[in-house]
């Protein structure tokens, strides 16, 4: 039985939570494979640092030094400090070659290889916890394990096909030998070896891309909170934590709203039937969410209701917009080219209408201007939207769900903007303005989800 673990950022942050973290390690059965984040605080501190000038640069690498080496001294003495340390310098003497390298900072993967590095030191630092604590481990990085990336700089992707046969022969040796590989998360290498990270919170993808290759038989992603929930509850105080969901209700929930995992993590897992649970570091006794292949009737049509704020409706007009396919390919070839994410679309016989973030409108705009003027007729703007994600397992399949929803809108005197209803027979979205949001989604939470009350 192999486990992948995954510890975030909290989860590793300080000595007493490193300590954690390795009594849960030791605590689980089986041969187990870890992946870890920055610890807290220092991925932002590496995207600033990168940012900064060169001056900047040199007052955050002694920072960066520093933090390190104050966790270090709280777990370590004596010879196991020795050892760490030694380790730590020669990591250190890279980084600040690679700070001071100005040829490489015209990469356009640079910015990748600084904020990639905070996990190069937490992973190190736990391994050698694990040591310490008389447990064979090592410290990995992507690039000794071969972890295999493509894409633009700062969203990668990972070749799970290259990766699972390097890690065979690189990885596996260990896990076979009982020893723990404890592996860097959030990025992964191109094939030219340069590293290439998989956008912010990216770890979570980076442990299913792992478990992936291993054939793991499980993956727990070890963070701050207890699960998935039946709402935020800071909007819906009595949310309940979700027990058990499936793959694609998830993938919807990590999607549209929920901050739990990192949206991509189920992919990898869900194409190898790999059971995925979210267990809470700081409460290690809590079961967490497990979420697989579930197909258990339930009683409440809804799992989780979630939203997403700060969203903007772009109307698109044109004569006949339906009848020119090839139009709607250009528009959206403009938007899509911005790398904006677009959460939803909708289209009529004239209007072709896209949810996106509102930080996303004016760069949209630039972009459409350059579309043939013969092209648009009428561009039409509605701001502060917000999107309702309701999310229950088969969705589709039953009648009159959508009319029970729609009930429940009403009853929160809100006005549906859009909606977009089939493309997922787990949810069902829809857009309506951002003051009427957490009406709808606790009177939809009230009716439908959170468990028969
Ligand atoms: N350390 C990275 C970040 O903060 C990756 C992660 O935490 O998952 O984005
Ligand atoms: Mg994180």
């Known amino acids: 039985m192999i486990t992948v673990m995954k510890f975030g950022g909290t989860s590793v942050g300080s000595p007493e939570a490193l300590r954690r973290a390795a009594k849960i390690i030791t605590d ?3 041969s187990k494979v870890i992946v870890v984040s920055a610890m807290s605080g220092i991925t932002n501190f590496l995207v600033k640092g990168a940012d900064g000038s060169h001056e900047d640069r040199n007052g955050l690498i002694e920072e960066f030094e520093r933090k390190h080496v104050d966790v270090a001294c709280q777990l370590f003495e004596g010879k196991q ?9 020669e990591r250190m003497d890279k980084f600040r070659e690679l700070f001071s390298d100005e040829a490489a900072s015209k990469d356009p993967y640079y910015r990748d290889n600084i904020i990639s590095q905070g996990e190069r030191f ?4 736990l391994g050698h916890v694990l040591r310490a604590a008389g447990v064979r481990s090592v410290a990995l990085t992507s690039e000794d394990c071969g972890i295999y990336a493509e894409g633009r700089p700062l969203s990668g992707s990972a070749d799970l096909q290259k990766t699972e046969s390097v890690m065979n022969i ?10 723990i590989p404890v592996i860097t998360g959030f990025y992964g290498i191109k094939n030219d070896g340069h590293p290439l990270t998989f956008g912010r919170g990216g770890s979570d993808y980076s442990a299913a891309v792992v478990a992936n290759a291993m054939n793991a038989d499980l993956l ?12 935020d509850p800071r909007i819906v105080p009595d949310a309940i934590k979700i027990e058990e969901m499936n793959f694609g209700e998830a993938a919807e929930l990590a999607y549209f709203g929920a901050r739990v995992l990192h949206p991509r993590t189920i992919e990898p897992v869900r194409i190898k039937h790999i059971p995925l649970k979210v267990r809470n570091s700081f409460k290690p006794e809590e079961p967490g969410t497990i979420i697989h292949h579930l197909r258990k009737p339930r009683d409440d049509m809804l799992r989780s209701v979630a939203m997403k704020t700060d969203l903007s409706i772009i109307a698109i007009s044109s004569a006949e917009i339906a009848f020119h396919p090839e139009m709607v ?23 072709v209408a896209f949810l996106v973030h509102s930080n996303d409108v004016k760069s949209i705009f630039a972009k459409l201007n350059t579309l043939d003027p013969g092209d648009i007729e009428r561009i039409e703007v ?28 009403k009853e929160a005197r809100a006005n549906v ?37």
Request: glycine letters at 8%; proline letters at 2%; aromatic letters at 8%.
């Open 122 to 125: 937490s992973s190190l630092i």
């Open 382 to 409: 509605k701001n502060d939207m917000a999107l309702v994600c309701a999310v229950g397992d088969n969705l589709l399949s039953k009648c009159g769900v959508s009319a029970e929803i729609f009930t429940a809108v």
């Open 81 to 89: 400090l020795d050892e760490f340390m030694k380790d730590f310098g």
């Open 28 to 30: 689980g059965k089986g």
């Open 220 to 231: 727990e992603i070890w963070t701050d909170v207890d699960g998935f929930m039946s709402a």
């Open 329 to 351: 390919a250009r528009i959206i070839e403009k938007i899509a080219d911005n790398e904006v994410v677009i959460y939803s679309i909708s289209t009529s016989l004239s209007t």
């Open 170 to 179: 690189k990885v596996k040796p260990y896990i076979d030998d009982g020893v």
């Open 417 to 453: 903007e859009m909606i977009s209803e089939g493309a997922s027979d787990v949810s069902l979205n829809f857009v309506v303005p951002m003051s009427r949001v957490t009406d709808v989604v606790r009177i939809l939470h009230g009716k439908y989800a959170g468990g028969i009350r």
